[in-house]
């Protein structure tokens, strides 16, 4: 009958990092704490866009209900979709600034 290891290869990985983080070299405890930053901020960010994106979401439903003709919407939804795309680039270049920044040395990008 086979029997399972008390231990699995993830823990003893995950714990020969923690001993390699506490051996001195603060190399890996850098590297991490400036991952954790960037995820968190990138994170933050994130969460801002996309309650920025709900209420103009929001906003522009509201205004196209308010329609009394389909050329009306079309407007509407023209504009929107034109708004959309300029947001979602704009924030795909947030996020890629805050990783660079992260990757090239540059710690915490404030916040």
């Keep these: 009958m086979a029997t399972m290891p008390k231990s699995s290869g993830t823990s003893d990985t995950l714990r020969s990092g923690a001993i390699f983080a506490m051996s001195g070299d603060s190399g890996l ?7 954790f930053a960037a995820a968190t901020e990138c994170q933050r960010e994130m969460m801002s866009f996309v309650a920025m994106r709900l209420e103009k979401d929001g906003e522009t439903t509201r205004e ?4 009394r003709n389909l050329a ?13 795309l300029r947001d979602y680039n704009a924030e795909m270049t947030k996020l890629m600034t805050i990783c660079t920044k992260s990757l090239s040395g540059g710690g915490r990008t404030g916040g």
Excluded at 64 to 67: A, L, Y
């Design 72 to 84: 009306d919407v079309t407007a509407i939804q023209t504009r929107w979709i034109e708004e959309t």
């Design 64 to 67: 196209m209900m308010g329609c």
């Design 29 to 35: 405890a850098n590297a991490t704490e400036t991952w």
